[in-house]
């Protein structure tokens, strides 16, 4: 079995910026993307951002420039740097990995991101 573990959420200043860190265990040794999502109460879960192994980003509107996402193969870690907070960037942030190019999708449990006005 897959194992996603995020750390790293908390309450911020806007302004302010955060880490998240999400680190993969089990059975699949290098996914061909892991990457980050988000959902606020009675919302759509939206992507924030994915890299693949290989290294190609992709970013949700509006987020390339204040989030930076990154990832460790070795280490089966990717971490989202996000940078100018702003209160509507309050949500849950769940880390994502796909197994292959055509799907099998992990996700972990979930960390709280609040940013305060």
């Known amino acids: 079995q897959v194992q996603l573990v995020e750390s790293g959420g908390g309450l911020v200043q806007a302004g302010g910026s955060l880490r998240l860190s999400c680190v993969a265990s089990g059975s699949i040794i290098t996914f061909y993307a892991m990457g980050w999502y988000r959902q606020a109460p009675g919302e759509q879960r939206d992507l924030v951002a994915t890299?693949?192994?290989?290294?190609?980003?992709n970013y949700g509107d509006s987020l390339k420039g204040r989030f930076t996402i990154s990832r460790d193969n070795g280490k089966n870690t990717v971490y989202l740097q996000m940078n100018s907070l702003k209160p509507e960037d309050t949500a849950v942030y769940y880390c994502?990995?796909?197994?292959?190019?055509?799907?099998?999708?992990?996700w972990g449990q979930g960390t709280q991101v609040t940013v305060s006005s």
């Open positions: 994502s990995a796909r197994a292959t190019y055509f799907g099998g999708d992990y």
């Open positions: 890299v693949t192994s290989g290294g190609t980003t």
